[in-house]
C-alpha cells in the first residue's frame, strides 16, 4: 500500500535508516500531509520516536539514581534518617590527582553544602568525606546528581513547553534526522557510480580516439601497393585462359 495513504493516527509510517530513497520520499510526504492538515505527528507515528521523559529536575536525577543513591535521598528527604555531624575546620584533605578530579569534587562539595545547610564547604572537604565517610557518599552522590540536573533543566530551551509539544518536536527531529541521512547515504552512493561511470567512459573515448587517429597498419599499406586490377571478364590473378 502506498505510504501516502496511511496518515492514520498511531500507524503512519515513519522512515527508517534501511529505507531507500524513493521509500524515504513517499513516508516524508504522508508525514508532511499530517503536518498540513493540523495533525499531530507524534500521535499519528504512534509516539514511536518519542519516549516519554519525566519534566522535572529531580525526577530525572532520581531515574539515573542507583538502589543506594536512591534509598539514602529518601531516607533524607523524609528525614528517617539524620546526617551525621561533620567538622568543617579539620575534616579536609587534599584531593586526587587526575584530569577530572576537581571538577567532581567540587560538585560533591556543593551536594554537601545543601546535605548539611551549610555554605562553603571545599572540594578538600569532598575529597576527605569520600575517603572517611563513605556512608554518606551515596547521598552527597544523589545531590550531586539532583543539582545536576537543576542545572540542565534550567538550560533547557524546551523547559517551557508541555509534553505533547515536546514529543512532537522530537519526532520531527527524528524524522528529519534519518531522513537526510538516507539522502546523504544515497548521493554518496550516486556519486560513487557516476565516478565509476566517468573513468570507464573516459578509458572508452580513449580507445576511440585512439583508433581514429592511428596510422594504418604496415600490412594493409603493403596490399594497397602491391594489388594489380583484374579486367573485366579475366580470371583473378590476371591469368588468362588457354595459357
Known sequence: MDPIQQAVPGTTPVPSTADDLETTAQKLEALANVVKEGNSLALYTGLKLSSPKPRDAE???????TPSELESYTDWKTRTTPVPPFDWEHNKTPIPTGAQSEKKFTRRAEAMDVVWGYKGATPE???????????????????????????????????????????E?????????????????????????????????????????????????????SQSQTQVPVPDGSPPGGVRLGE
Not at 525526577?59 to 539514581?65: E, K, N, P, R
Not at 565509476?196 to 604496415?218: F, G, Q, Y
Request: net charge positive.
Open 59 to 65: 525526577s530525572i536525577a532520581l531515574s539515573q539514581m
Open 125 to 167: 572537604h569532598a575529597s576527605w568525606l569520600t575517603f572517611n565517610m563513605p556512608g554518606t557518599l551515596p547521598l552527597v552522590k544523589a545531590v550531586s546528581r539532583v543539582l545536576t540536573a537543576q542545572l540542565h533543566y534550567q538550560n533547557d530551551p524546551l523547559v517551557h513547553l508541555g509534553p505533547m509539544e515536546v514529543a
Open 169 to 221: 518536536i522530537e519526532t520531527a527531529k527524528s524524522i528529519v534526522r534519518i531522513a537526510q541521512g538516507n539522502r546523504e547515504r544515497e548521493l554518496q552512493r550516486i556519486r560513487k557510480a557516476t565516478r565509476s561511470m566517468t573513468r570507464s567512459i573516459e578509458v572508452l573515448n580513449s580507445r576511440m580516439d585512439s583508433l581514429e587517429k592511428s596510422e594504418p597498419s604496415a600490412q594493409k599499406r
